[in-house]
């Protein structure tokens, strides 16, 4: 039993936790805010560290649909706020979970086809109103600190996971189970990991669009705080 939770803790799978994801940016913006710079002290505090994985992958995920419905065409941005129409008066918990992996996966494939068509996503923020560019702006803003947050909780998290090495029953009262935490480590390694996508593809866009974005190159700054999604 013992190495059947050890397996699900040390499986890496990238991808974004819907638990994690709840599109109210004034309170992303305040909890991240409040935890800035915790992660630098590279302990193995099992409630610490989640709850600030939590914080991270939030503001990941949010910056990242903000970022993308502002690439996109109009009729993908339609179907996009949609959904997330459709999660806001959702409270049946797997439906909610289903509809949050349809926001994730269409706002990653926004932001890598705009990668792939530079051209395209260029023409897009170029034509955008000027409300609309401060908006990717922050977006962007926040979607380059999140990487910096995860790549500086990283280490705390590799601690972490040798501590449940050695005893995984730690899990038993923190509310998460092998399974979630795995999920959790892994979207924010894959963050971490992937670094380069937020702090150099997507900036790289912006510059070409002749749009000034000012990246952050601290975690421990405070996100943009966006109002609407």
């Known amino acids: 039993m013992k190495k059947l ?14 638990s994690a994801l709840a599109f109210d940016f004034s309170k992303v913006t305040s909890a991240v805010s409040a935890v ?26 949010t910056s990242r649909t903000q970022l993308a419905l502002m690439l996109t065409d109009q009729k993908t ?24 992996a349809q926001i994730n996966t ?13 051209d395209a996503a260029v023409a897009q923020l170029q034509s955008a109103s ?5 908006k990717a702006v922050a977006a962007l803003t926040n979607f380059g600190l999140a990487a ?8 705390q998290g590799k601690a972490v ?16 189970n092998a399974s979630q935490f795995k999920d959790l480590y892994s979207n924010l390694t894959g963050i ?12 790289k866009i912006f510059l070409n669009a002749k749009i000034k974005v000012e990246m952050p190159t601290s975690s421990a700054s405070k996100p943009v705080e966006i109002k609407d999604l």
């Not at 910096?148 to 280490?155: G, H, R, T, V």
């Open 148 to 155: 910096l947050k995860a790549s500086d909780l990283a280490p």
């Open 130 to 134: 000027t409300a609309k560019k401060e």
């Open 192 to 203: 971490a990991s992937n670094s380069a996508f937020a702090l150099k593809d997507m900036p």
């Open 77 to 100: 941005a339609a179907e996009l706020q949609a959904k997330l129409d459709s999660l806001k008066n959702t409270s049946d918990a797997k439906e909610r979970a289903a509809t949050q």
């Open 106 to 118: 269409m706002s990653q494939a926004v932001l890598d086809a705009a990668k792939k068509d530079q």
């Open 36 to 61: 800035s710079g915790s992660s630098a002290n590279n302990t193995a505090d099992l409630s610490g560290f989640l709850a600030n994985a939590e914080l991270v992958n939030n503001l990941f995920s």
């Open 161 to 176: 996971s040798s501590n449940l090495m050695t005893n995984p029953t730690l899990l038993l009262n923190s509310g998460y």
């Open 5 to 18: 939770v050890l397996a699900s803790i040390t499986m890496a799978a990238i991808g974004c936790s819907a």
